[in-house]
């Protein structure tokens, strides 16, 4: 319902002439909808975690009763295997060690990796979630190209070949998503953002790594192919 209210100056009604205002006890402002880009952690990932997990037991369950695990002989402190390979999840910084010093690869490069994994989810890039190529910028291209061809020149000076490689696709793959755009065959490689082309060389140079060091290494860690039977040291 509409209310009037009428406001009266009976001395002067010339100069101050009847007011009338409409008051609406039930308005509200008018909220326009929009959609959400955030969702509770709970319900909607915190099930999907528990799913995933669920899945992941029961496949590691159905391989451990179809297949004997890979073990070797009873450990022996009197002899050392050749190579003493380090758990696979080291095996990337031991295969480090192949290629740079020991305070390069153990302890300076994987300082400057956790640092860099810390830092830029909160640098102030792709801050909108938005493709790498999206905002036109002169000295975007410039940058990623000297940064690609830095790093190629500083691994390649230590013949660090499996850095090299990876830094030298993931590049040439940064600039083919910029000629990608508005092609429907590359549209999906268009929409990367710059933290997810780092994470991606990252997560490439350390599977890389790690399955150098797991298959290819022999006695001496020699380089072995998997295939062929590896020389005695």
Known sequence: ???????????????????VALVRPDGRPAVHETDERYVMTFPHLILREIILFQVVVIVLSLAAILFNAPLESIANPVETPNPAKAPWYFLGLQELLHYFPPVVAGVL???????????????RV???????????????????????????????????????????????????????????????L?????????????VVIAVVLTVIGTFFRGPG???VWPWMDAPRG
């Open 190 to 202: 268009w929409g990367v953002t710059l933290p997810e082309w780092i994470m991606t060389w990252f």
């Open 221 to 223: 860690w020699m380089w």
């Open 109 to 123: 490069l994987p300082a400057l990796v956790g640092i860099c994994l810390v830092v830029i989810p909160y640098w």
């Open 126 to 188: 792709n801050l909108e979630g938005a493709p790498l190529w999206a905002t036109p910028s002169r000295w975007k291209a410039p940058a990623i190209a000297a940064s690609v061809i830095l790093l190629t020149i500083l691994f390649a000076g230590f013949n660090c070949w499996p850095i090299v490689i990876p830094t030298v696709i993931v590049g040439v793959a940064m600039f083919a998503a910029r000629a990608a755009r508005g092609s429907r065959r590359g549209q999906w």
């Open 1 to 19: 319902m509409t209310t009037p209210i009428e406001i009266i100056d009976s001395e002067d009604p010339l100069a101050n002439p009847w007011r």
